[in-house]
Every structure is written in structure tokens, then in C-alpha cells.
């Protein structure tokens, strides 16, 4: 069974930065692309970022370009999203999510990981 | 900025009855929309892709159609369960915008 779960979610002043990971498990990582996907308490969901199977295409929302970069380490099974220049509206539990076969939609979800931006 | 329009935001219903959400595109997407459930307190999870095909495992009382700009999800007959949040996402190209929402609660 695809597995995926996310760490390093933490409370960091505006203007610090993190590194979240996501940790696969119960499938060939290396086959898919992989996406984050943040939610703000009690907002709706906010596409983030999408990489390619083997990180050679990177994509980014508006709102978090140039301050977040989408990595990839498939000898460890790992997705990261390393965040810059954090503000208080990237409070957020992120999720990631792995692409449903050869459609670019998120089919497996892990639990998510929060992000307190503080002001 | 492309922008993923949902109706109604919010909606109360009884339980059998038969409710439609839609979701607009900004510009034309194709059949490439999905559409997720988020039930309080749990993550998302995907009830349709291609715009109407039914991931296995989703009841058969929930349903796709539409294409290009306009997309609607349809519950049949409303269950206690349906309970949630629902979500559609454009995933043609970036960006994979979401549309804001739309809360489903029983009357």
C-alpha cells in the first residue's frame, strides 16, 4: 500500500526557513511525480509546488516562487520543499501527494505537517 | 491569473437528496478537472478524475460531467457520510489550481 509522510512542520519567525520532507513508502517513488499541496486553518486547499519523476522539471505557485525550491532524492524515497523567507501566510498544514499513474492528480496523500509562520 | 470558480460555497441538504456542485474554468481545461472530498479533520482524497470517471472504490451515487469550462459533481442521494468538503482541481498544466470550496452539510 502507498504510503506517504511528511516531517519537518515547526513554529519559525517570519523571515526563517525550514525544510519539510516526505518520506515514501509501498511504491516505485522514483516512477512518479510528486506534489505539495498546503492548507491555511480553516481555508481551503493551495496547490504549492509539483516535481517530475526525476526532478528535472520543477513547478511553482505565484505565491511561493523564488522563495521555495522542490527536491527529490530517489535513492532515499524522499520529497522535500525546502522554504525561504517564510511570511505569515504560509501558515499551513503541507501536504504531499503522489500523481496517479500517468495522470498529473493526486491519488495518495500523506497526513500533512504544520507550519506556524509567527509574525 | 487562472482561476477555478465554484458554486455554491456553502449548502445544506437532507439526507436522499440530490445535490450539484459546480465548477467553472477560467480558461478551457479539457476533461482534465478532478474533483476531491475532505471530510472534517482528515485529508483529501480523490472521488473523480477526467472529469467524470469514478475512482474505484467511490460510491456510484457520486457523479462527473462536464468539459472545457464548465464542470459539475453530483450526489444522487445525500448520506450522512457525504459530510465535507468538496474540492475541484484543474490538473492540465500548472498551475493545478483548486477551486475554493464547497462546504456540504446535512439539513
Known amino acids: 500500500e502507498a504510503q506517504l509522510m511528511e516531517f519537518g512542520g515547526d513554529l519559525v519567525q517570519a523571515g526563517g526557513s525550514l525544510r519539510l520532507s516526505c518520506v515514501a513508502s509501498?511504491?516505485?517513488?522514483?516512477?512518479?511525480?510528486m506534489t505539495w499541496v498546503r492548507q491555511a486553518p480553516g481555508k481551503g486547499l493551495e496547490w504549492v509546488s509539483t516535481?517530475?519523476?526525476?526532478?528535472?522539471?520543477?513547478f511553482y505557485a505565484d505565491s511561493v516562487k523564488g522563495r521555495f525550491t522542490v527536491s527529490r532524492d530517489n535513492t532515499e524515497d524522499t520529497l522535500y520543499l525546502h522554504m525561504n523567507s517564510l511570511r505569515v501566510e504560509d501558515t499551513a498544514i503541507y501536504y504531499c501527494?503522489?500523481?496517479?499513474?500517468?495522470?498529473?492528480?493526486?491519488?495518495?496523500w500523506g497526513a500533512g505537517t504544520t507550519v506556524i509562520a509567527s509574525p | 491569473d487562472f482561476q477555478m470558480t465554484q458554486s455554491p460555497s456553502s449548502l445544506s441538504a437532507s439526507v436522499g437528496d440530490r445535490v450539484t456542485i459546480t465548477c467553472r474554468a477560467s480558461?478551457?481545461?479539457?476533461?482534465?478537472l478532478a474533483w476531491f472530498q475532505q471530510k472534517p479533520g482528515q485529508v483529501p482524497n480523490l472521488l473523480v478524475y477526467?472529469?467524470?470517471t469514478l475512482r474505484s472504490g467511490v460510491p456510484s451515487r457520486f457523479s462527473g460531467s462536464g468539459s472545457g469550462t464548465y464542470f459539475t459533481l453530483i450526489i444522487s442521494s445525500l448520506q450522512p457520510e457525504d459530510v465535507a468538503t468538496y474540492y475541484c482541481?484543474?490538473?492540465?498544466?500548472?498551475?493545478?489550481?483548486f477551486g475554493q470550496g464547497t462546504k456540504v452539510e446535512i439539513k
Open positions: 482541481q484543474k490538473y492540465n498544466s500548472a498551475p493545478w489550481t
Open positions: 480558461q478551457g481545461i479539457g476533461n482534465f
Open positions: 477526467a472529469a467524470s
Open positions: 509501498g511504491f516505485s517513488f522514483s516512477a512518479y511525480d
Open positions: 516535481i517530475s519523476n526525476g526532478g528535472s522539471r520543477t
Open positions: 501527494a503522489k500523481f496517479f499513474d500517468t495522470l498529473k492528480v493526486a491519488d495518495v
